[in-house]
Nanobody, 116 residues
Framework: QVRVVESGGGLVQPGGSLRLSCAVSGFISKIYYEAWYRQAPGKQRELVAAITSEGTTAHADSVKGRFTISKDNAKNTVDLQMNSLKPEDTAVYYC??????????WGQGTQVTVSS
């Protein structure tokens, strides 16, 4: 089993930056994919960025050039650096991990609000 816990959300002005972190624990060696999703009020949850166990990354078109996903294998964290934030980035951000032989893991989410 794997547990993921998000941190780092908050209120930021447009154009500002935030760094989200996802602490991962459990059967870490069986994780093959980790990602950040977000869900804005009244909208479906959407993929923001993903990273494989080999380090291959992908980012949604809406965040390319502004957000960067990374992982620190020594600390067992998956981070999302968010720059040039826009009001439309306001959402609850969720960490997700997919594990061989186990159900995928979701965190409780962390609120990001971009507003002046």
């Amino acid at each position: 089993q794997v547990r993921v816990v998000e941190s780092g959300g908050g209120l930021v002005q447009p154009g500002g930056s935030l760094r989200l972190s996802c602490a991962v624990s459990g059967f870490i060696s069986k994780i093959y994919y980790e990602a950040w999703y977000r869900q804005a009020p009244g909208k479906q949850r959407e993929l923001v960025a993903a990273i494989t166990s080999e380090g291959t990354t992908a980012h949604a078109d809406s965040v390319k050039g502004r957000f960067t996903i990374s992982k620190d294998n020594a600390k067992n964290t998956v981070d999302l650096q968010m720059n040039s934030l826009k009001p439309e980035d306001t959402a609850v951000y969720y960490c997700n991990a997919r594990i061989t032989g186990w159900p995928e893991a979701w965190g409780q989410g962390t609120q990001v609000t971009v507003s002046s």
